[in-house]
Each structure stands twice: as structure tokens, then as C-alpha cells.
């Protein structure tokens, strides 16, 4: 339970360490400006940040869009939510923070032309945030999923344990039963770091049925 009587599953974000999100040194492990270009933004997307945590990132996402762009950070946390919302309102930045339960978001099917989800894969392990994101997301939308690896640096002194983080292969395979059509951008972020990084896409209608198809396979 956290200082402020939350309680979390040990695989969740302890809002106590909330400071590290935000530490400048974030910047040499997983810095944000690569994470933006890979949202392949235009400047007028809706974008929803799933996790947001204080919001680091939904503020480096909106300095990237234009007027007509949306950026809807959402989180669980009542503590990080909290968080969010000063953090948004210190910043001055036009992002609307939403507190949801139970993976839903109040917004309607297809809103979304991006979604982003740092670090926060391993945390809805067995719960139905991935289908959430897939009703959240227009056809042809992108989901970036960046999470810490596991394998690929056990001296690291940051981040959760091994045992509860993705390989690169098995939060491809979590996308990828989720309807998601997968690619891998490992080269997209700076060489040391302790993230795998996923894109998944929402395929059009008429792709769907088949990417579901070899889903079920692949179960
Ligand atoms: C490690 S933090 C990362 C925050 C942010 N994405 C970043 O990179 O700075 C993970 C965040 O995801 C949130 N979270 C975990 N499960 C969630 C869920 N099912 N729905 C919404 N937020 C969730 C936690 O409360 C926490 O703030």
C-alpha cells in the first residue's frame, strides 16, 4: 500500500518513486524526442497517453502538435493522476488528464489516431488494457508500446524486476493477440537501453478479420 492508502499489485507503479519519471537522467536510457518521431505525428492527431504517469510525455507529444491536435493523458492512479494534473497545469500545456478504472476510457470507439503506452505494458499484464487501446485506436492507428526488456541488462539499478517484464518477442505476441498488426523499431531508441520498442497497428476492416485469424493460431 502506498503512503497515501492506495493500494496496487506489486507489478504497478509505486506512485513514491513518481520523481524518477521525471529525472533528468531518464534522458540517457529513454529519452523522449525518439518516442515522439515514432508516433509519426502530423500536427492534428488525437492522441491518448495510456499510463501518462506525471505527464512527461504527454507534454512532449503535445509541443509536437498543432492547434487542432488532442492529447488525453490517462491514468489510474489516483496518486499519479494528481500528479498529472499539477504537472499539466505548472507546464501550462493544453492536455486533458483523465483518471479511468478498470480500463475504460470515456471516449468513443475510434478516437484515437495514436496511442502511447511507456512503460506500462508489464504493468496491465492479464488485464484487458490492449483491447481498450484497440477500441480506443481508428482503423490504421498507431499504438507505440516502449517497455523495459527483460533479458537485457540484470545489473541495471532502475526499473522492475525481470520476472515481470516482456521480452521483446512475448509484448510483440501480447500485441499481436490483441488484433494488432506488429512491428519492431529496436534501433529507434539509443543503444543501452532497457526498452523494447513495439509499434502496433490498428489494420483497416478489411484486414481485420485475418489478423484476428492468425491471432487465434498463434494462442
Ligand atoms: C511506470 S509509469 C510510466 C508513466 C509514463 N508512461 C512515463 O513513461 O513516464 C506507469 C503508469 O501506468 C499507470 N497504469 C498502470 N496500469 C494502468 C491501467 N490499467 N490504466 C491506466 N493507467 C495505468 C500507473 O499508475 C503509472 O502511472
Known sequence: MSEHGERRP????????ADQLDAPERDSYLPDAPLVELLELRGEETV????????????????????GGRVIAVDESDE???RLSARIAAANAQVETVKIAANHVPEPDGTADRV????????VHSERALEEIARLLRPDGLLLVADWERGRDSERALG?????????????AELEQAGFEVERH???????????GVIGRQPPPSRRGACNQAATASS
Request: glycine content about 10%.
Open 10 to 17: 506489486e507489478r504497478k507503479f509505486d506512485p513514491a518513486r
Open 116 to 123: 502511447l503506452a511507456v512503460n506500462m505494458l508489464h504493468e
Open 160 to 172: 522492475p524486476p525481470d520476472e515481470i517484464i516482456y521480452s521483446e518477442d512475448g509484448a510483440a
Open 80 to 82: 499519479m493522476v494528481a
Open 186 to 196: 529496436p534501433l529507434a531508441l539509443r543503444a543501452g537501453r532497457p526498452a523494447a
Open 48 to 67: 491518448v497517453d495510456y499510463g501518462a504517469g506525471t505527464g512527461r510525455l504527454a507534454i512532449a507529444v503535445r509541443a509536437a502538435l498543432g492547434t
